[in-house]
């Protein structure tokens, strides 16, 4: 086959940056590096040639069949300038021309975005989101990735930094949140937070979980799979509190569908109800009905899918 016909794509976390080769609309390569090795621009390039010409000798295709680039990044962004202004995880990248930078380097057009937003797009390209107009995506994990569908596009505010719905303030009272903000949903709803509450709640409740000697929301979820009162107890509490903050993303946006993924919405069946039923208490009539709640259709890979799609269909067609 000739032309171009491959795409790049990539998903660049906190911990790991994950590398994807498409072809035929299918993940067809895949890699993933730890992101303490790219903490440079100096070192990056280098090391990301070194990975595609591994590729490209070990399957036997020439880079120049590599159409475009799509990279998700976690952090704030201008994307018509192509710049990162800065990664709140990653140092070295302050105020960095990313795109002017990588295409001089690798030779493709790079399409830049918000990785929160990339898990949005993979959802409404492929997965639980396709056809629908309005959609709020959450990634429920360390802090909360947060993707915003309106008029079935993911919202992109003026720069793409829009939708940083982990940083809306949901207690005055609150402690500091790691943007620099107090009482951000993040502060309570990421996993941070959420264990820092199971901790405390614990020394005065029975459980399972005190003799583990490091509790992680994986623990909590087996313990509430074993019926541990106190486990279960939490998830309860985990489903009020997302249930209260989507009250007012429901009240302002009056969404299709709410899709939760990331490694917290494994205890989905655990929080669902109670999610459900504080919506009902908090949220407006009738927008609470018109809403319908799911699990994220990509466990993984909706970073890679995403930045997929956007090297595909650019800023302008999605
Ligand atoms: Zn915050």
């Not at 629908?132 to 993707?147: H, K, Q, S, Y």
Request: contains cysteine; glycine residues 12%.
């Amino acid at each position: 086959m000739t032309g171009k016909d491959i795409f790049l794509a990539i998903d660049w976390g906190g911990t790991f940056l994950k590398i994807g080769i498409f072809r035929n609309s299918r993940l067809w390569l895949r890699e993933n590096i730890h992101s303490r090795s790219l903490s440079s621009p100096a070192g990056f390039y280098p090391y990301f040639k070194n990975i595609l010409s591994g590729f490209a000798q070990k399957h036997k295709f020439s880079l120049g069949r590599i159409k475009s680039a799509g990279i998700g990044i976690p952090g704030m962004l201008d994307i018509n300038k192509g710049l990162i202004y800065y990664l709140p995880n990653i140092k070295g990248w302050k105020n960095y021309k990313f795109r002017q930078n990588f295409e001089k380097n690798l030779g493709m057009p790079v399409f830049i975005d918000n990785d929160a937003n990339m898990a949005a797009l993979a959802e409404l390209k492929f997965g639980r989101a396709k056809g629908v107009n309005t959609a709020i995506c959450l990634t429920l994990g360390t802090g909360i990735g947060f993707g915003l569908i309106i008029g079935g596009r993911v919202y992109r505010g003026c720069r793409a930094s829009a939708a940083e719905g982990g940083h809306l303030p949901i207690d005055f009272n609150a402690g500091k949140c790691g943007c620099g903000s107090y009482g951000c949903a993040e502060v309570f709803l990421g996993s941070k937070g959420f264990l820092a509450k199971v901790k405390s709640e614990m020394q005065v409740r029975k459980t399972v979980l005190k003799k583990e000697p490091v509790l992680t929301p994986y623990k909590i979820y087996e313990a509430a799979r074993h019926r541990d009162k106190f486990a279960l107890d939490m998830w309860e509490y985990f489903g009020r509190i997302l249930g209260i903050y989507l009250s007012g993303l429901v009240n302002i946006f009056n969404p299709e569908k709410i899709i939760l993924g990331g490694g917290l919405s494994g205890a989905y069946n655990f929080f669902i109800d109670p999610l459900r039923k504080t919506l009902q208490q908090r949220a407006m009539f009738p927008l609470y009905r018109q809403v319908k709640i799911s699990r994220a259709y990509f466990a993984e890979d909706a970073g890679l899918y995403g930045a997929y799609a956007l090297a595909k269909n650019g800023y302008e067609n999605i």
